[in-house]
């Protein structure tokens, strides 16, 4: 009976462990830039906030969007909540590489354009990877200034995936929010344009290339031989002449 109540224990400890550990275990690396000009770059990771704030009992640190730990979306949000005075006019997905050559990318760059309806905003974005109904937020943009309806304030997060993302075919699902309220103002995903659906990606993790082992190759040559034989044919000479010395005694 105690043996099993440990087993019990022992099996609910490793089954805690291991699914905290599927819980929380992809990361990215992001570059968020508008019209050539980097604003951030940032590793996003549902293990730990990004927050670079010194420790100290002095030092408050900031919560910000940008330093929060990836979020997990499991219902994809409702249009009816959010905000007509912003939407996103347009976005696609450039895949870039593909480490094994499966089919399946690591790094790859997502280009949108956000309008409104005011001559100046501040907004940000969240942008997710989701299969099945399931997102997983892999950056969050600083925040930047869209211009009405303009085409010039079209912002280009290049991504590579670190960890925690099995080949298959992705949906990316992008969130606006206003930088002042934080309110959600617009969503965009593979429902609004098919140029986010279906993306063949995987984490650099599950990039497996194949290296071939090294062959060594012994060459044997006429030369080598002929050689060989030359420097052995004073020893049977003497050899030889020995034998016919002692024939010869009477």
Same mark, same amino acid.
């Given at each position: 009976m105690? /043996?099993s109540?440990?087993?019990s224990? /022992?099996?609910?400890?490793?089954?805690?462990v291991?699914a905290?550990?599927?819980? #929380?275990? *992809?990361?990215a690396?992001?570059?968020?830039?508008?019209?050539?000009?980097?604003?951030s770059?940032?590793?996003?990771?549902?293990l730990?906030a990004n #927050?670079n704030?010194?420790?100290?009992p #002095?030092i408050?640190?900031?919560?910000?969007p940008?330093?929060?730990?990836?979020?997990?979306v499991?219902?994809?949000?409702?249009?009816?909540?959010?905000?007509y005075?912003? *939407?996103?006019? @347009?976005?696609?997905?450039t895949?870039?590489?593909?480490?094994d050559?499966? $089919?399946?990318?690591?790094h790859?760059s997502?280009d949108?354009?956000? @309008? #409104?309806?005011y001559?100046?905003?501040?907004?940000?974005?969240?942008?997710?990877? $989701?299969?099945?109904e399931?997102?997983?937020?892999?950056?969050?943009t600083?925040d930047?200034? /869209? +211009?009405?309806?303009?085409?010039q304030?079209?912002?280009?997060?290049?991504?590579?995936?670190?960890?925690?993302?099995?080949p298959? @075919?992705?949906e990316?699902l992008?969130e606006?929010y206003?930088?002042?309220? !934080?309110?959600?103002v617009?969503?965009?995903?593979?429902y609004?344009?098919?140029?986010?659906?279906?993306?063949s990606?995987?984490?650099?993790?599950?990039e497996?290339?194949y290296v071939?082992? @090294?062959?060594v190759?012994?060459?044997?040559? +006429?030369?080598s031989?002929?050689?060989l034989?030359?420097?052995?044919?004073? /020893?049977?000479?003497?050899?030889?002449a !020995?034998?016919?010395?002692?024939?010869?005694?009477?």
């Open positions: 105690k /043996i109540i440990i087993h224990v /022992i099996f609910s400890a490793i089954f805690c291991s905290q550990a599927n819980e #929380s275990a *992809w990361s690396k992001s570059t968020d830039a508008q019209g050539g000009n980097t604003f770059s940032s590793t996003k990771s549902s730990a #927050s704030v010194p420790e100290g #002095s408050a640190a900031k919560t910000t940008q330093s929060q730990a990836a979020k997990r499991n219902v994809r949000p409702a249009l009816r909540d959010v905000n005075d912003y *939407w996103v006019y @347009d976005a696609y997905v895949l870039h590489t593909d480490s050559y499966d $089919g399946y990318y690591h790859f997502v949108f354009d956000v @309008d #409104s309806i001559a100046n905003s501040e907004v940000y974005a969240r942008l997710y990877l $989701g299969v099945n399931e997102f997983r937020e892999y950056h969050t600083s930047f200034y /869209i +211009g009405g309806d303009s085409t304030d079209q912002i280009t997060v290049e991504t590579e995936l670190l960890s925690g993302f099995y298959d @075919d992705y990316v992008i606006i206003d930088a002042y309220s !934080n309110e959600l617009a969503v965009y995903d593979g609004s344009d098919a140029d986010l659906y279906l993306l990606i995987e984490s650099q993790d599950k497996v290339i071939e082992p @090294d062959v190759v012994i060459e044997a040559s +006429g030369g031989a002929a050689w034989a030359l420097l052995l044919l004073p /020893i049977l000479l003497v050899r030889l !020995n034998t016919n010395s002692f024939r010869l005694r009477p």
